[in-house]
């Protein structure tokens, strides 16, 4: 073996070849056709997937683009849901404090970050829970519960987000 290229001579390789049974040498060069088929599979698979992320893309760029056109259009409340939404729930409306955060659901928080949060003290359990401990915390709410990192913290807002995006609420007037 060469020690600057690594590389080994063919005399060499010719010789252990010769050693290695001819039936030992073709189940080899099966697996390795098995190998170079499935590589070219994947790398097949790889370029549809990165086509189709284009695509996934510039169809959500699309339905920004329409949503945007669709509020400008509408007169919206400061959580930018329209001003009429039939969905709409009164501001002084606290049922929401209530809502447990594993009924969260589409998405939902990964059971194992629910058991951190429950198994924490004071548990974190509710909305309300949760919107406490973070207003308490600030941008460091999640550091104090173990286990809880980007990914984690990413799920919550992901679930509580899809939460307030199907119940928003509407701002109360004075006198009603």
């Known amino acids: ?16 070849l010769a050693e290695v049974p001819p039936e030992l040498l073709g ?19 790889n370029e549809q997937s990165k086509a189709s992320k284009k ?10 683009r329409a949503v945007d056109a669709l509020v ?14 039939p969905l709409a729930v009164a501001a002084d409306d606290d049922a929401w404090k209530t809502v447990r955060l594993d009924d969260l659901e589409n998405p939902s928080i990964k059971a194992g970050v629910l058991k951190v949060m429950m198994e924490h003290t004071p548990p974190i359990t509710t909305l309300g829970e949760l919107t406490d401990w973070q207003a308490k915390k600030a941008d460091f709410w999640a550091k104090d519960l173990p286990g809880i990192g980007r990914a984690a913290q990413d799920s919550i807002a992901a679930a509580t987000e899809a ?13 009603e």
């Open 72 to 85: 400008g259009q509408q007169q919206t409340r400061p959580d930018g849901f329209p001003v009429d939404s």
């Open 1 to 16: 073996m060469n020690e600057e290229t690594n590389e080994v001579p063919e005399e060499e390789t010719a010789r252990v």
């Open 55 to 64: 695509k996934m893309d510039r169809a959500q760029e699309a339905v920004n």
């Open 27 to 45: 189940q080899v060069a099966d697996r390795m056709a098995d190998f170079h088929e499935a590589e070219n599979e994947y790398n097949e698979y």
């Open 163 to 175: 939460y307030w995006v199907r119940n928003p609420r509407t701002p109360t007037t004075e006198g």
